[in-house]
Each structure stands twice: as C-alpha cells, then as structure tokens.
C-alpha cells in the first residue's frame, strides 16, 4: 500500500500564498492519477484539482481555478499544489489522494484508493 505525506499547510491572511507538497512511497508514482481534495469544518470532502500520470493534463473545481496550480514530479514521487490568493473559504484540511488503477480523471473521493492524513491551511480576512 503506498504511503502519502502531505506538508505545507499553515495559516496565512487572505491574499497569501501557500505551497502544499505529498510525497508518495514506491516506485509506481508516475503510473496513476492524482489529486487534491480538502474538507472544511462541518462540510463535505470536496476535490480541489486533479492531474494525469504525465501531468499534461490538470482539472480544477470552479472555485480554486485561476488561483490553484497542480503540477507533479514524478522522479521526485512528489504531487504539488500552488495556493495564491487565497481566499478565507479555502481554509481546510487539505488531503492528496491516488486514483484507482486505471482512472483517467475524477471527481469523486471513491474513485481513489489511497489517502494522505491532510494537512490544515488556515486563512484569516
């Protein structure tokens, strides 16, 4: 079962930036999609953005888009998500997850079957 390890997360004002890094074990990184999802106190876990095996192609939800960057290394086995202007909304717990073998692209938390334990980015106004 492969292991991920998120870091980065942290409080921040509203108008910041914040980089959040997941490490993966193994050496089968580069072979399954990728993503970012994040729960707020109180609300369902909800996807952020998605990337594919190459990272060429990347999907983001409506309300991180054109502020959230992800983007992948896989000879470093590392997933990234770039955070600017940041929003007191986006405050969470941030968790990056594998997708099943064979997913292309999803939205949906049951389409991927390995977690990290979630880092918290806390923004104030």
């Known amino acids: 079962q492969v292991q991920l390890v998120e870091s980065g997360g942290g409080w921040v004002q509203a108008g910041g930036s914040l980089r959040l890094s997941c490490v993966a074990s193994g050496r089968t990184f580069s072979s399954y999609t990728m993503a970012w999802f994040r729960q707020a106190p109180e609300k369902e876990r909800a996807f952020v953005a998605g990337i594919n095996r190459s990272g060429v192609t990347t999907h983001y939800a409506d309300s991180v888009k054109d502020r959230f960057t992800i983007s992948r290394d896989n000879a470093k086995n590392t997933l990234y998500l770039q955070m600017n202007s940041l929003k007191p909304e986006d405050t969470a717990v941030y968790y990056c997850?594998?997708?099943?073998?064979?997913?292309?692209?999803?939205?949906?938390?049951?389409?991927?079957?390995?977690w990290g334990q979630g880092t918290q980015v806390t923004v104030s106004s």
């Open positions: 997850a594998r997708a099943r073998a064979g997913v292309l692209f999803s939205l949906y938390g049951n389409e991927y079957d390995s």
